[in-house]
């Protein structure tokens, strides 16, 4: 079907164009004033970057990758997530030498070969910032704080955030011990996802969507019960910063996010509105991974949303943002033989700053005028012979109907909005 786009992949049309942008000044603004700098990184990777930073018993790793050769049998992979790449380029770059703390965001397109549905996409896009070097829950607080703070900004409302933490190398272990033991003799009631989670992650159980695997979690042994006294500690200095900025949040100890690399912190926010799909994002610590990748032990946090998700929520809620105002100025022709005076003029008001269009399908002045009233412009300026003889042309105001004749040379004048002052 050559006119059809791939599943799972979708268009973004001019008539949506509006939200994307407005979308995406806000977060570079709101980004910006918290002292990340975008990062670009490409949109494919070698596949082990992934399959070592995500993890293998992800579904991501397992299931969901687009992954390829290129003609020198080297594996590679459309990226499925922007984390592993940013830190593959801090590592690269050597940016902990520029500063002991990355702070770093993107905005890109994501791939993962997902069974599409509402919100769910194979190509989509997110926004995500990752800082890099600091243990502190501070910092935690920050990425939460950014996070929320561009979703304020975008005006969205019906949002929750939802926090947990996974513990870490040193107290994980025995909560996995544990949940084996509890779900042991559960294991056939679970789902045959579940069933093999069981063996290769049983984190991963917690958050089963399934009916039945959920009416088994509900009593599993919390992981409040097993944290280290680093961790337990790290997660009451997070609460106790969020409690200070009066950021309202839920403990949830089943959230467990999909992907392995996390530690410690682990947090969601959650529209109202999304029905099945309904994380806008999600994030958490991950301090073991620059050393997974290679590096040397550093401590990082971070966090991405779904800008699909978002864009949505926006349409929902009927969010008011400014839509691009349309073309001001129509410039017409008279006769065949105005046009490269008329180029001139168009390229003049358009170096200007000011929106300006013109006939490409040869139409006759009349059927311009319709054109030009169709594009609902301010202004059009009627180039014709006789008025070019005494470097003029016709300027006619739409809104009035008013026809004068003006100097080509003080047309902007009429064509831009008076100055206040
Ligand atoms: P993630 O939870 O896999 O985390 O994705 C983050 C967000 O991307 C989701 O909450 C959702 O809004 C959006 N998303 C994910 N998959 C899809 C999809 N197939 N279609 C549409 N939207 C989707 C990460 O990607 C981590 N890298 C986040 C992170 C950054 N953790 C630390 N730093």
Redesign the pocket.
Known sequence: MLSRAPK?TSDILPSQIDYWYYAENIIKEVLQSYGYREIRTPAFEHTELFVRG?GETSD?VNK?MFTFQDRKGRSLTLR?????P?VRAYLEHNLSRENPLSKLFYLGN?F?C?K?QA????????F???AIGSPSALVDTE?ILASWAIYQKLGLTNLSLMINSVGCRECRPEYLEALKDYFHDKKKLLCPDCRERYDKNPLRILDCKNKQCQIEIKNSPSIFDYLCKDCDRHFQQLRKYLDSLQIAYQVNPLLV???D??TKTAF??ISGELGA?N????????DYLVEELGGKHTP???????????ISTMEKQEIKIPFWEGIKVFVATVAQEDISAALKIINHIRENGVSAEMDFLDKSLKAQMRLANKLDVSHTVIVGQEELKEQKVILKNMADGQQEKVAISQILRYLQPKKKG
């Open positions: 799972g995500i991501i969901e499925p997530e922007g984390t592993a940013v994501m993962r997902e599409p919100g769910r996409y194979r190509q989509f896009n997110q995500g910032l990752e990425i996010r999909g992907l690399y996390y969601e926010i799909q994380a806008v994002g999600g994030g958490g610590r991950y990082a946090v971070g966090f991405a949303a779904g800008m699909e998700r978002m």
